[in-house]
């Protein structure tokens, strides 16, 4: 086994070993870390290898906080069967978007998938079924444990896909996608089918942690299933960590959450105004991710930082 792999193995077995170790507010805070991590991996799907800065994900997110809450709450249907029928209604929203949306590119895709959030938010909010703007109760359970081996399953297989897209023919078709669309699709690629691939897959992540969460919460209500703030987290964290990359969104949550928490437990102020120092600070020293910059430095030390400004023209 590649020696590269160690470090991310004694990681996942280190997180799989909390349920035993750590007590309930660390299985509280590793729960959390665990959904924007995911969220973070999902998002890269379409947003780190395509160049698709996607703020839909959210949408999906609350679609898969939905559909397993109406069926738990309003049908009496298990957990697990809920979870699958929010997955289908992400997918088949993706799917049905996909082909509108996906024409637009830049700003344009950016404020469709905006729009499009506030769009559902509205219409679920209107919708009997849904518990309108009051919410749905899901039944109680403090099953801590299955919610966070829920999610750090979750987590593993949304990163054992990111690697099997960037070795594959498909990553190779996304990744040309970014670099330049047009030259892409006069190669052979179909970059329409390769986009709504992405988008699909993307959304199969993130309803399945929407869905894990909102039985972990048992109360739902369209304001917090459907926050805009969620999905710019996931962005944050993945350009942070490194834009498609397999382990930087990660190694992006797990950081950034963790300063965030630590900052929100003593200085409120500081933390609501961490994110926008990240990002700026981000943009300029490290354009590529956290990974990228790590790799610079260790081959051309603190020259690379000089390299990156005089690049981008910062």
Known sequence: MSSRWGVPLLGAALLGAVPWIGDETMMQFGIYLLLV?????????????????SF?????YGLGVYGTAIAMAQFDLPFWVGLVLGAILAMLCALLIGLPI???RGPYFAIATLGLNAALSALVANLDIAGRNIGL???LTRHDVLFYEGLL????AATLAVAWISSSRFGMGLIAIREDEDAAAVMGVDTTLYKIAALVLSSLFSALAGGIYAY???FIDPASAFDPKLNVQMVIMAVFGGPGTVLGPVVGAFILYSIYQ???SSIS???ALFYGVVIILAVIFMPKGLVDLGWGLRRMGPRYLLETVRQYRL
Do not use: D, E, K, M
């Not at 991590?37 to 800065?53: D, P």
């Not at 839909?56 to 999906?60: C, D, K, M, V």
């Not at 399953?153 to 593993?156: I, Y």
């Open 37 to 53: 991590a995911a969220l973070a991996q999902a998002w890269n799907i379409l947003g780190g290898f395509t160049g698709y800065a």
């Open 56 to 60: 839909g994900n959210s949408t999906f």
């Open 102 to 104: 996906l024409r637009l």
């Open 137 to 139: 109760i899901l039944p």
């Open 153 to 156: 399953a979750l987590l593993l």
């Open 216 to 218: 972990y919460v048992t």
């Open 262 to 264: 630590a900052l929100a």
């Open 269 to 271: 102020t500081a933390a």
